[in-house]
């Protein structure tokens, strides 16, 4: 089932980059969680309408937003690491490049939480491992 998830997350990144809400959807289970930088302050994106307002931000905030994979590693449990890197401009013109390390978690082959963070050492801490 390991590399089935890894197939998964792949696929949601592609539909990412692709700004495919549609085709993102379709591989997440209906109580999808996503939990990003700023879930401190507005709250995780729950659900379809979650994804959707997630996707309306990127077009929104960003010219340009496509996630880099560097690796995607398999973890018991029915999850996946992923370590990526973020390539953004913003609306106003200002580019950035920023790593992340993403922990996705899926049942039944599909995505069930995604939590996204800008510390490897907490996506480690939250995976359970140490590097």
Known sequence: ?????????????SAINERDVG????????????????????????????????FDDINEAATEFELEIER??????????????????TAGGFPQRQPLTNLYELEDGRLSRVRVFNDRAEALEAAGLSE
């Not at 089932?1 to 990144?13: F, G, K, L, T």
């Not at 995607?72 to 890197?85: F, W």
């Open 23 to 54: 085709a993102y959807l379709a591989l997440c289970n209906p109580d999808i969680e996503l939990i990003n930088q700023i879930a401190a302050i507005e709250g995780p994106n729950k659900g379809e309408e979650g994804i959707r307002r997630f």
């Open 72 to 89: 995607l590693q398999p973890l018991e449990g029915n999850r996946v690491l992923g370590s990526l890197i973020l390539h953004l401009e």
């Open 1 to 13: 089932m390991s590399q089935e998830n890894v197939e998964v997350v792949e696929r949601a990144i």
